[in-house]
């Protein structure tokens, strides 16, 4: 078949088996509400597939209000389809699954003459591709991902080892020497991966050098900043905290332990948090926040945390810390009651928001999915239902869901990035479904929420 004529039956091909799964979900959620609420999620994100299949198959994403495609690049990247495909193999979508598969294979070429975000394209198409690949055993997609993997390499060549911020997939060629500890600090479980599935300790080499020379740079206090120069390795802002710029990078520190067994990023994690807890940690009314402070002084610089900052009770519970996470998440919950759903940013100690944006962010869903699991407390079900019907009441669109221009008004933003699917309904499914949907012990979730697997041999 012909891609021309390709997407009318990906399309006949999705309606042929709705009714079928819907008569399957149907049966599925019994009495137990969780696993209702599991099924409507699951719904849900067909429903918003079907959305992108119907206005911009085969493009990076939906504008789900004007109903239009957007591209971030001059040629598609097909960003929906490869965040969204190990999702929906998890769901249970097949014919959905099978949709993303046929984009990938048919109009996915990674010979482009664009530069890309070197740490956006790792996160979501080389996360997305592998961990697709480990849930499919489909060998075409290890070797998209390592294709995609020698066309980055280039972006590590700095003088510092730091990679820079842009690199052209086709000429290699770099730019873009403004960076962070996140962009720095976030490749290690991905190259990682990549280079034990393929034989190819290069990748590793390339992604751990990055993470070490960004710990490299840590003040006295063990803090690392917001922002330096890639060829210099100069800080270019000494504002510290776990937001946005930043989060990932000490996400990866603990998780490049869990997955690879990595002594040295043990130890760089175990330095880290305890200067967070000490410095970055901040108590207010009795709740446990962290804010911003400066990196050399441990000087309180502004009490923020928002959307971003939601993951840092996950990685609190997941490394053993429940006590905080617990604390945290409730301070989360109290940031999303304060409009009915979060907001990007929040000035904590006045309680008003500072970025009113709701990019339909995933981290508060996913600290509550990681402490039911390790808890086994109900509780966080009951959170993730409230946020759910919030998420429903003010983002749902007839093809999906729109970001919000103001949490306080809940104006939508014409907006749905593909990571609705990698992460939000990902965690809002994984949340409530049963325990065997997903071996939460055997993975480890990158920071787009696409599930790598140990299945090689130390």
Known sequence: MTSKNLLPFLLLLACSTSNANSAADAREATANPSVELAAKVKAETRRAWQGYMQYAAGHDEIRPLSKTAHDWYAQSLLMTPVDALDTLILMGLDAEAK?????????????????????????????????????????????????????LLPAFDSPTGLPYVDVNLRTGRTRGTESGPAESGTLLLEFGTLAKLTGKPIYYEKAKRALVETYKRRSKLDLVGATFDVASGHWTSTDSSVAGGIDSYYEYLYKCWRLFGDGDCKAMWETSIKALNARVADKVRGELWYGHVDMNTGARRKSEFGALDAFFPALLAVSGDLERARKLQASSMKMWRLHGIEPEALDYRAMKVTSPGYALRPEIVESAYYLRRL???????????????????WCRTDTGFAALESVVDKRKKDSQESFLYAETLKYYYLLFAADDALDFDAVTFNTEAHPLRKTWKD
């Open 99 to 151: 949709q993303a598969r046929e984009l990938i294979e048919t109009k996915l070429s990674f010979d482009q003459d664009i530069y890309v975000k070197t740490f956006e394209i790792t996160i979501r198409h080389l996360g997305g591709l592998l961990s697709a690949y480990q849930l499919s055993g489909d060998k075409r997609l290890l070797e998209l991902a390592d294709d995609l993997g020698t066309r």
């Open 375 to 393: 808890t086994r407390d109900t509780r966080y079900l009951d959170e993730g239902r409230e946020m759910f019907e919030d998420f429903e009441r």
